[in-house]
Structures are given as C-alpha cells and as structure tokens.
C-alpha cells in the first residue's frame, strides 16, 4: 500500500456521516486499489471522475430514502409484472473514459433477463443498469451525470429530500421526463409523495398507499 492510499484510508476512517472527501489529482489505478481496500466500509460511496476521486459517507437518513425508493420499485414491477433485478451499489465504472461511479441504488428491468445469474458485470458486453437512483439530501449528483452518460445508463432518478426527478438520456444528455420508461405509469410526482407520506405516516403505510394508487384502486 502506497503512503497517499494509506492516507486516503485514515481520512476515510474519520469522515462523518453525511459528508464527502474530494481528492482533485488522482489516477485510475489509485481509484482501483482504493475500491479494494474500501471493502472494509462498503457502505461508502466513491466517484472518479478524469483525475478527480470523491468518496462519500451516506447518512441514516440517506439510506431510509435509499431503501424505500428500491421497495417502491420492487411493488411497481410487481403490479406491472415486470422482471427485477436490483444491484445495489455496484460500481460501474469503464477505464477508456476514466470514469465510474456507484449509484445509491440501481435496477435492471427491460434487461433484467441478460444479467440474471451474473456474479460480475462488464459493461464492454453486459447492459447498464436501466435505472440509477442519487439520494441528494447533502451532496448534489447532476455533476455525475457525465459519468453516467459515459457509462450508458438510459435513466436517473434524484431525490433531494423534499422531490423525485426521472431523467432520461438521449443524444448522449439527459432530459427531465415525467415518467419513467422502465415502470410505466410511474411518474415522478407519485415517488415524490410517496417519499413525503413515508416520513409522515411510516414506510409500511406509504408503501401500502402507494400500492393501491398505482393499480389505479383510488
């Protein structure tokens, strides 16, 4: 281990929840060798982006939203009857572009089928998750989005703790949309209250709410 990662992994040792380290010069193979040595803090969050390395810490309530948004997506596909593979926080990332990324949450619906069984994913021959998901309640995500186009993730979901924006990529940039392309009928407004009733009312009751308005039972 190098004495700049050894220090990289003592300011990550100390970095508060919520909060972000920025590394603005760094190399792709500090960037790989620090994905390795994270594996002792899995929850963290890191970006690389052409030299410049961010690694997050999430807060509680970071992951609360995190969570809740996998669990909406989980009974749309349900009703939809709709193929789901969730893959968490996987890094994502293609060394030609320097770039990768590791969204808060990310699904596979329209290309469910082709990943389904895969323990690792190569994004030289393997699909993009359909969907990314950024919890932006501290740190902003629309800087990230290059990545994500370099990457070739077809939509973005942002939560900023108060609204749920979809965003779909076309001509290499993304667009705000209404409705998500994987889960139709799912438009952002609909994650947005759900997201308000389950701080207000609980997860299980938002959830339960948000079922029977997506089968259209009022």
């Known amino acids: 281990m190098s004495t ?13 929840d919520g909060t972000m380290l920025v590394i603005p010069q760094s190399t792709w193979e500090e960037y790989e060798r620090l994905l390795g ?3 002792a803090w899995p929850g963290m969050r890191v970006t690389y982006d052409r030299g410049r390395l961010e690694i997050m810490s999430p807060s509680a309530e970071h992951e609360e939203y995190k969570e809740f948004i996998s669990q909406i997506v989980r009974a749309a596909a349900d009703v939809l009857g709709l193929p789901l ?4 926080s996987t890094t994502w990332k293609r060394e030609q572009a320097q ?10 619906i329209a290309n469910a ?29 629309l800087s990230k989005f290059s990545i994500y186009a370099a990457l ?10 108060k609204t749920a924006r979809f965003y779909a990529l076309g001509d290499g940039r993304y667009r705000e949309v209404a409705e998500s392309r994987f889960l139709r009928r799912l438009a952002a407004t609909m994650l947005t209250d759900a997201l308000a009733q389950s701080k207000r009312d609980g997860q299980t009751a938002a959830l339960t709410a948000f079922g029977r308005r997506f089968r259209g039972e009022g």
């Not at 770039?99 to 596979?108: H, I, K, L, S």
């Not at 393997?126 to 950024?134: G, N, S």
């Not at 070739?152 to 703790?161: A, L, M, Q």
């Open 4 to 16: 700049r990662t050894a220090d990289y992994l003592e300011a990550i040792e100390h970095l508060p």
């Open 37 to 39: 040595d994270l594996a």
């Open 85 to 88: 593979e969730m893959r968490g």
């Open 99 to 108: 770039q990768g990324t590791e969204p808060d949450a990310c699904f596979y």
């Open 113 to 141: 089928q082709r990943i389904i069984g895969k323990r690792t994913i190569d994004l030289e021959s393997d699909p993009a998750p359909d969907v990314a998901v950024e919890i932006d309640i501290t740190n902003e995500s």
């Open 152 to 161: 070739e993730v077809p939509e973005i979901w942002r939560y900023d703790g």
